[in-house]
């Protein structure tokens, strides 16, 4: 079989043997919203055509792919919900010579009843396999971090927050622009970030000090990305982390590194889960699909 | 004499008449980044040479023009700082056909030591005149917002929130920029978002709520703009204003009137100031000099 992951802005995709194992593996540029309505079909074909004539054409798909303006909507499951659920809204596509499903995301609301979704996390959350019976709070950082309450295998709530899509934006178009031009890889930068991010001040308030701390020669410029990046993680995870949790970082390694620094710098536990969620997911969930 | 208020982005100057009437007004997008290094004198010329010319030379300037890449760095007056300290401050520069004077910006610390620089905004405030003596908590409303602490008539501190930036980096570059291209001027959205920010959760986390809220129905496309900007500024006030107090605006009709809704919906009383603050400011400031 073939398993994708279609996100926003990228494609990957495994070309699976017998046993599971990965015989190929393709990654483009080409996410879900570089491809018009209608066009999923094509898409994947001009991607991995080859493949699905070659194999028994059976394709699982994870991601934006399944959204309302992707291939097919695969209607997001309300939480709470376990594997079996999640299995259970898997939605099958028409399409020439495969035979393709799509895995579904989730919807939940926050304490104020504000609606949350996800898609794809879903499934690197159910790739971590037996583990995730004793999860109680996993974190997926990323542009929008998912922060996951569990029980029991459940995936009982979570939250978004926003803070890798405002590093970003923050650095393109504020004042801070000209002072934020370098590469954010200074660690005792991002702790002073962190640090910050833990004094009284709203968030809007402690960015203009970025600016004030280069200006008067407090900071120097080269960690001032850094310490902006640790700014907006500290905040994120002041607010999502509470003291005496066990926190379940999955995704990509750098990125959960800098979350687990955040975390230890405000005294809780983490661990990050080995890489590769994301298909231990998608194989997980096709041996329980009757294809 | 003439009066200049020469921001960042732009530059405004008045021709006074011997009763400090408003004889001509001269507005242009040549802001003081817009200037190159030793240019400043060439452009305030090609601005307002002919009014250079006709009258006795005297101009007085506020803003960035007095900054360190601006015409001739006049140094912060550091708080606690009263109009008597301003107007020491105010320094002279060198130019040809007239006698330009520069008034300074004030430097101070918030409660964990980071810096907090205003340039402009200590002109506008002591514009304010006989009034300024009452005053205890002032805000300036703007791209980089200002919240001002003042006691008998000395600024005593004052912290920053870059809300107005976020707001245009936001709809510019985030994922919430497909959504929020209408104009802000829905008020019900905006008190909505305002009441959003009253409830738990940090920032990051509430931003992802308007890309939600619209996703599925449940807020209008055309108010989401508005609802993010009164998030913003709603955070914004939270973490600056407090019960009791009487907040004095100074600034912008219309972008008052927002923190004025704002700080209704917290039940924090404000008053707007009539506007043209920086131009009395400049005119009080040029009463106490020796020319």
């Given at each position: 079989m073939i398993a994708v992951i279609w996100g926003s802005t990228s494609f990957h995709a495994y070309k699976l043997g017998s046993e599971g194992n990965v015989e190929a593996e393709r990654t483009s540029a080409r996410g879900a919203v570089a491809v018009p309505a209608g066009g999923f079909e094509e898409a994947l074909k001009q991607e991995i055509g080859d493949w699905i004539h070659e194999g028994d054409g059976r394709v699982l798909l994870s991601g934006m792919v399944g959204a309302r303006r992707g291939w097919k909507e695969a209607p997001y499951v309300t939480v709470p919900a376990d594997f079996d659920r999640l299995?259970?809204?898997?939605?099958?596509?028409?399409?020439?010579?495969?035979?393709?499903?799509?895995?579904?995301?989730?919807?939940?609301?926050?304490?104020?009843?504000?609606?949350?979704?996800?898609?794809?996390?879903?499934?690197?959350?159910?790739?971590?396999?037996?583990?995730?019976?004793?999860?109680?709070?996993?974190?997926?950082?990323?542009?929008?971090?998912?922060?996951?309450?569990?029980?029991?295998?459940?995936?009982?709530?979570?939250?978004?927050?926003?803070?890798?899509?405002?590093?970003?934006?923050?650095?393109?178009?504020?004042?801070?622009?000209?002072?934020?031009?370098?590469?954010?890889?200074?660690?005792?930068?991002?702790?002073?970030?962190?640090?910050?991010?833990?004094?009284?001040?709203?968030?809007?308030?402690?960015?203009?000090?970025?600016?004030?701390?280069?200006?008067?020669?407090?900071?120097?410029?080269?960690?001032?990305s850094s310490f902006l990046y640790g700014l907006l993680i500290g905040h994120e995870v002041k607010a999502e982390a509470h003291a005496g949790e066990m926190v379940h970082l999955i995704g990509d390694a750098k990125l959960c590194g800098h979350y687990e620094m955040a975390l230890l710098a405000m005294d809780i536990s983490s661990t990050i889960e080995p890489q590769g969620t994301a298909l231990k997911g998608l194989k997980r969930i096709a041996a329980r699909l009757e294809w």
């Open positions: 299995v259970e809204g898997v939605v099958r596509v028409e399409a020439e010579g495969m035979d393709a499903r799509i895995v579904p995301g989730m919807m939940a609301a926050d304490e104020n009843g504000v609606p949350e979704v996800l898609r794809g996390e879903e499934t690197q959350i159910f790739g971590c396999a037996g583990e995730v019976e004793k999860f109680a709070r996993v974190c997926l950082p990323g542009l929008h971090s998912k922060w996951v309450r569990m029980e029991g295998g459940q995936i009982r709530g979570f939250s978004t927050s926003m803070s890798g899509d405002l590093f970003n934006a923050i650095r393109a178009s504020t004042i801070l622009h000209a002072c934020t031009k370098h590469e954010p890889n200074d660690d005792d930068a991002f702790l002073m970030g962190v640090e910050r991010a833990k004094q009284s001040g709203e968030l809007s308030h402690h960015l203009f000090g970025v600016r004030t701390l280069v200006l008067t020669g407090s900071m120097k410029e080269a960690g001032a």
